[in-house]
């Protein structure tokens, strides 16, 4: 779902909308690498997927699985953004 950067911090009404309600929040902040595979497999199937990572991006939000992706997923991903905006400002 593409969405403006400013509708993603204002808009919460996605949250609703998540697999994730359906299980207790303990599972999206898993304490190893069988945990995180649980979440995101809950994840996979969520309806609001792509706004809960865009969320969980904008916000920083470096604890637990947002949007199928890991902690350290999340990171990547904005490297390789930054990576790519400064590619495409220079
Ligand atoms: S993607 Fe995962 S954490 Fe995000 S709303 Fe859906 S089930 Fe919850």
Same mark, same amino acid.
């Given at each position: 779902?593409? +969405?403006?950067?400013?509708?993603?911090?204002? @808009?919460?009404?996605?949250? =609703?909308?998540?697999?994730?309600?359906?299980?207790?929040? =303990?599972?999206?902040?898993?304490? @190893?690498?069988?945990?995180?595979?649980? =979440?995101?497999?809950?994840?996979?199937? &969520?309806?609001?997927?792509?706004? &809960?990572?865009?969320?969980?991006?904008?916000?920083?939000? @470096?604890?637990?699985?947002?949007?199928?992706?890991?902690?350290?997923?999340? +990171?990547?991903?904005?490297?390789?953004? +930054? =990576?790519? +905006?400064?590619?495409?400002?220079?």
């Amino acid at each position: 779902m593409a +969405r403006s950067n400013v509708s993603v911090c204002m @808009d919460t009404t996605w949250m =609703a909308s998540g697999n994730c309600n359906n299980h207790p929040p =303990a599972v999206f902040f898993p304490s @190893d690498g069988v945990g995180v595979e649980v =979440a995101k497999e809950i994840c996979s199937s &969520c309806p609001v997927k792509e706004s &809960c990572l865009e969320y969980a991006l904008d916000h920083r939000v @470096d604890h637990g699985v947002w949007g199928a992706t890991s902690e350290r997923q999340r +990171r990547r991903i904005l490297k390789a953004r +930054r =990576a790519q +905006r400064v590619s495409v400002s220079s």
